[in-house]
């Protein structure tokens, strides 16, 4: 029996960002029931880069290498970085039955308008996450054949608004890699004691954008309804960024203590890294900024997918763990003791 051809759009599985792990997942998947012939048409995958050699699916890149005499053509519109430039001929290529695209809208729109559309069969997941949603975007939805959703108030909202035309299939929520987050039991206990924190307490994390689909009012809703202790906030460059957004929200959403601010931190208890490196390297002339791609070109740390949530976190938290275990390694090397002591000689 011949297989089906299916084509799934994304950023490039090889990268960090949410799109792209979210297409990991489940190209890895459709991929080992060997049920499927698989291609990916990765938007950000760069021609000849050396990560595509371990994808054991069909790969084509979107993007031209810099020295590429096709730049020109790419940077001529600014869809042709979400692969419209090359969609046709990707299709020609692949001779398809299925185009999967789990991006935003501006992102994948385009396909809707080849002239092959007739030929394949078009399923997109949109990201949902406010009401109501632009009449173009929902005639988008309607015209594919078949409408996947991130959460269940996307769901709601296409249904509505397209008043049940669009072919809604299932939501399917992104979950967790357990085979990538595995607890690091030693660090976390070494991490508590640091911090004070209690080896048997709760602790609730949450990396998310202020949109509907991320469910922030449920998110204080439940800590109120659990009178969980506070949370120690952490985090890179949080007084300024983070811990505003996270007072403005308390407001909004009345999750506020007695002192009318945030009750889901105590501002006293927060740990901002960038303080921790404006004290390791004050009298250091090589780090020129504190920003934190400055600080990941200094270590070393890579870049790919820099400002996607999950890989800012990850990074802040190594930077946070690397500085903590070299407090440790000198702190009982620092006489602490009587060192403010004043001379009776």
Known sequence: MK?????????????????????????????????YEIAEFASYAKVNDP???????????????DNDPRSREYNSNSENQFGKWRFDRVLLDFKLDIVFDIRDYWMNSYQQYSPFRSYYHWVVMPTIDSEPQQETWIDTYISADAIFTYSDFGRDVIIKQSNGHANYIDTTSPGVDLSTFVPMLNEQK???KAFGVPEDAFIVGSVVRNQKRKLIPDLFETIRLLKFTAPIAAGYNIHRFDLQIVERLSKKYNNLNKESRSNLFFMRDVVDIMDVMFLWFENNQDLTSYTLD?????????????????KDVKDTAEILIRFMKLHRRLSHKILFKDSFATSTV
Do not use: Q
């Open 3 to 35: 297989k089906l051809r299916l084509l799934m759009c994304s950023e490039a599985s090889y990268l960090s960002s949410g799109f792209s792990g979210y297409a990991r997942e489940l190209l890895k998947r459709l991929y080992a029931t060997n049920k």
């Open 51 to 65: 990560r595509d050699s371990d994808i054991p699916w069909v790969l084509y890149a979107n993007a031209p290498s």
């Open 190 to 192: 070494e991490i508590r």
């Open 294 to 310: 400055n600080v990941r070109d200094y270590f070393s740390i890579p870049k790919e997918g820099a400002h996607d949530a999950i």
